[in-house]
């Protein structure tokens, strides 16, 4: 998200002390959980693996398949993101429109992290670390209460 802030929804434990983290999306999360969910409608050669929406990031994993002999590019990955980036903002807009609310719809950065997953193993690692990553969110660096991120003023 802008800035890091935590707009899409709050971790908080379910269930006491033991049980696992869980994000309680906000309505923006919810629009991102939505939109993300559509990709593979928006494009027949792209399924879903595992994905997590965190209080301001989201993880997740993408199958492209390769159509008529092209191979997948950067480029193409950059549309899908850019897509579903922009209809997100779209809806959001909407909402904010209709609920006539004093909140900007600047919610993503304009860049985003890839990494092409080769192998099996490769692949088990990275759904682990998406599965964790609420559980980790204290020491996530992407967590502005996070310790080391709170500047003393």
């Known amino acids: 998200s802008m800035n890091r802030k ?18 309680k999306l906000s309505k923006i999360g919810k629009i991102i959980k939505c939109h993300w969910d559509d990709i593979p409608g928006q494009y027949d050669n792209v399924k879903l693996d595992e ?11 993408l199958f492209i398949n390769k159509r008529d002999g092209a191979s997948p590019s ?16 779209v809806d959001y807009l909407k909402y904010i429109r209709g ?8 919610i993503w950065q304009r860049n985003y992290h890839d990494h092409i997953i080769r192998n099996e193993r490769s692949l088990e690692k990275i759904r ?4 964790n990553n609420p559980l980790n969110w204290d020491n996530d660096v992407e967590n502005p209460n996070r310790i080391d991120n709170i ?3």
């Open 6 to 23: 935590c707009i899409f929804g709050d971790i908080n434990c379910v269930g006491g002390r033991l049980a696992l983290p869980r994000i």
């Open 51 to 61: 994905y997590v929406i965190m209080p301001n990031h989201i993880h997740g994993i």
């Open 74 to 89: 950067p480029t193409y990955l950059g549309d899908i993101i850019g897509g579903f980036k922009s209809r997100c903002v």
């Open 99 to 106: 609920n006539k609310l004093d909140t900007s719809a600047r």
């Open 128 to 131: 682990e670390y998406i599965r």
């Open 151 to 153: 500047k003393i003023k």
